[in-house]
């Protein structure tokens, strides 16, 4: 078989020839290449095949000069017609341009096309990028997402309704071209009915700057506008609501404190740190030490953040616990979490040792030791009114310990695929729980063979936290802050723009019940910032 110029197999013109082609010159007027192919007993035999310039086409003969007449050839005259064009047109393309001097017309035909295909993907950049910007203008940046999770699509993207019909007319445009079509309309249906305007408004209030290195937890106190503060640089602070300044920096622990909980009734604060103790410590504030300091003039106001000797000067510093819950039976490792249980009289910790401990605060001495998860724990709360708790655990799964009895009980619960990160109660006699997973479940504490509600989101969820009114707060990985109520609804997402949000993953979330303050929710994070949002809930349905 022999080969055209494009490679393909071509049908030899008798039996006779057996050769490959090979490419002759074209005739000066004509504009046409020859293809000559050695005959097996005599003289090389010619198919010459007619240019541009309209040459002639014959057995033994190259192109003709002029328009001459088409030879008989094994090919029917429509079939070489048609190979003459394309071929012609390629190889010209593809010769160099001594072997004939007709491809100027080619190549500035194919320059066309490409510069209209150029602009046609300029138009189209130009329409998304228009659309990014909408976007943008309604709910700040885009969301970050992940190819292929299968998440539930009301979680895509915050716009109102100027936005709207332009999604609509593409995603029901787009419907028709899938195969999975049914799928991507009840997707797209979903969409639609979560475009409609926000009925929850939120904004920055308040920063909380200080501490040099990322902050682990922030704690709120029941009845004071003060919020407490754990950081990986070793130290705990707690702040005032209103006036965003540090009254008091614990220094007490030699490694990063990674948990902080005010006493319900008490002026103490529990913390948990990476030197494997807990320590209690003494939380009275001096308001006044802001109010006299706040006489100074305004400059040296101003120059506050860069005069770090002022700074320290206004700030109280304590640095001895009141207790500390350490030596025989206690932990021998990172303690990650520490809470109160009802009454302040009992508190509970936990470790990387693998195990959580119930201690006596007035003997200090360790009463029952939790064991039993297979990896490190990472978080530990007390049900507010029940002598519950909760450890959550790298091991993908969560405990709930029930000390009402004199004999312990103990419950495991298998709901997540990766490290379980959070489990707090709920008023209402629920568990919350967060994951790694990227998912947040909501479990029944009398029935929790299975969870009521589970959410979908697009990051790993850290320390989340859940208000009186049944809002979880859910602090991620990408720095964003999402609201769901405890049947999955999504409610909001806090801003998160170049001003405005954490630059750096969101540690821990709690809301305040103090409705004098302007902040109701604050989070933290490891840009060694913690922040106080005014959020405006909706009222709740009955």
């Keep these: 078989m022999a080969l055209d110029l494009l490679g393909r197999q071509k049908m030899p013109l008798d039996g006779s020839l057996s050769k490959q ?11 046409t290449t020859g293809v000559s192919t050695t005959g097996a007993s005599g003289p090389a035999g010619g198919v010459g095949v007619g240019g541009v310039g309209g040459g002639a086409t014959g057995p033994g003969l190259p192109g003709g000069a002029g328009g001459g007449a088409v030879g008989t050839t094994v090919m029917g ?22 072997l004939g001097g007709g491809d100027e017309p080619f190549r500035a035909r194919l320059h066309h096309l490409f510069s209209q295909i150029e602009k046609e993907f300029e138009l189209l950049h130009a329409e998304n990028m228009s659309l990014r910007e909408k976007l943008e203008a309604v709910a700040g940046t885009p969301r970050d997402s992940t190819v292929g999770e299968r998440l539930p699509l009301q979680d895509a993207f915050e716009v109102d309704g100027s ?4 999604f609509k007319s593409k995603l029901g445009s787009a419907g028709s071209k899938v195969k999975a079509g049914h799928k991507l309309r009840a997707q797209t249906s979903r969409i639609v009915s979560s475009f409609k305007a926000q009925s929850v408004v939120s904004s920055l ?11 682990w937890q922030v704690s709120t106190k029941a009845g004071q506008p003060i919020i407490g503060t754990a950081s990986a640089d070793h130290s705990a602070c707690i702040w005032g609501i209103d006036t965003g300044r540090c009254l008091l920096q614990y220094q ?95 508190v509970i910790t936990a470790s990387w040792d693998r195990t959580a401990i119930l201690w006596d605060v007035e003997t200090r001495e360790p009463l029952h030791p939790l064991c039993g998860h297979d990896h490190e724990l990472t978080h530990a709360s007390a049900h507010p009114s029940q002598r519950l708790v909760v450890t959550a655990s790298r091991d993908s799964t969560f405990r709930l310990w ?19 990160t959070s489990t707090v109660f709920t008023r209402d006699d629920k568990v919350v729980s967060g994951s790694d997973d990227r998912s947040v479940k909501v479990w029944e504490l009398r029935n929790m063979r299975s969870a009521l509600t589970t959410i979908r989101t697009d990051s790993a969820v850290n320390r989340l936290a859940v208000s009186a009114s049944g809002v979880i707060a859910i602090p991620h990985d990408n720095r964003h802050i999402r609201l769901f109520d405890l049947n999955g609804q999504r ?20 809301w305040t019940e103090d409705i004098s303050s302007n902040c109701n929710l604050f989070s933290s994070g490891f840009d060694r910032r913690v922040l106080g949002w005014g959020v405006c809930l909706p009222p709740k349905d009955n």
């Excluded at 005259?77 to 001594?98: H, V």
């Excluded at 320590?279 to 005069?307: C, M, Y």
């Excluded at 029930?402 to 379980?420: C, K, L, M, Y």
């Design 163 to 166: 936005v709207n019909k332009s």
């Design 21 to 31: 082609p090979t490419v002759a010159s074209s005739s000066a007027s004509g504009g």
């Design 77 to 98: 005259k429509q079939m070489t017609a048609k190979r003459s064009l394309k071929l012609g047109s390629l190889a010209e393309d593809i010769m160099p341009t001594s």
């Design 402 to 420: 029930d000390f009402r009895d004199p004999i312990p009980a103990v419950s495991v619960f298998q709901g997540h695929t990766e490290n379980v």
């Design 252 to 346: 007490g622990h030699s490694g990063s404190v990674n948990s902080i909980k005010f006493h319900p009734t008490r002026d103490i604060v529990l913390t948990g740190s990476g030197d494997a103790t807990a320590q209690i410590w003494q939380a009275a504030v001096n308001w006044e030490v802001p109010a006299r300091k706040g006489h100074s003039s305004e400059e040296e106001l101003e120059e506050e953040e860069e005069g770090p000797y002022e700074e320290k000067e206004r700030i109280d510093v304590l640095r001895t616990p009141l207790c500390e819950f350490s030596g025989p039976g206690g932990h021998t490792a990172v303690v990650v979490a520490a809470d109160w249980l009802p009454g302040g009289d009992q």
């Design 491 to 510: 409610i909001a997402r806090l801003p998160r723009t170049s001003r405005q949000g954490h630059r750096r993953m969101v540690s821990a979330v709690a």
């Design 205 to 215: 209030v308040r920063e909380f700057c200080g501490h040099k290195d990322g902050v």
